[in-house]
């Protein structure tokens, strides 16, 4: 079974790695793993990456929404996520990189809180940025992290939530995620 945990070693002892599959998506495929996981609420459509490239984080937009699916006439290995972006949602893959690491933790999320819990939000989980929120760089393009950092990106305020999505470790995000339901 795959899980986040040795999705390295199932790639590396992985006997099929580059073969061109002519089989049809979905009918001749099965799933073997979801990305997603919905333990923390939310999902997130932000991009990030670490500065030398060298790692695929699977928290990361889009394949912290995407399954591993296998296809089971020739063996070939993709992530198919959906797209919903314009009228209608359309599935797409991404094969597979065997020469990099899949890195299982940070991932994104999107938080949302009322106003008057945001001191309570800071002092409980720190974020300090919270503090000046105009700082906050926004939501646009690729964000380049140190992976062990937490950050912030894409502050947003209507009425009387504020809106911003949090890049940190699995763990956090599943605290972040109880404090927002409380
Ligand atoms: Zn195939």
Redesign the pocket.
Known sequence: MVTLENINDFFNEYPIKD?N???VILR?YEKIFDVFDNSFGYLSYLEFKSNDDSEIFLGSYPLNGAELWK?K????LQFFYTESVGHFPTTLSIDVNFSKTYQSNPFAKSVTLNKEKVSYFIDTFGFDELKNPEKIEGFNGIKIIDKEDKCIFGYSDYQDKITFNIIADRKILRKIFEFEKS
């Open positions: 073969i599959c002519s089989h001749d296809c006439n020739c063996g070939k």
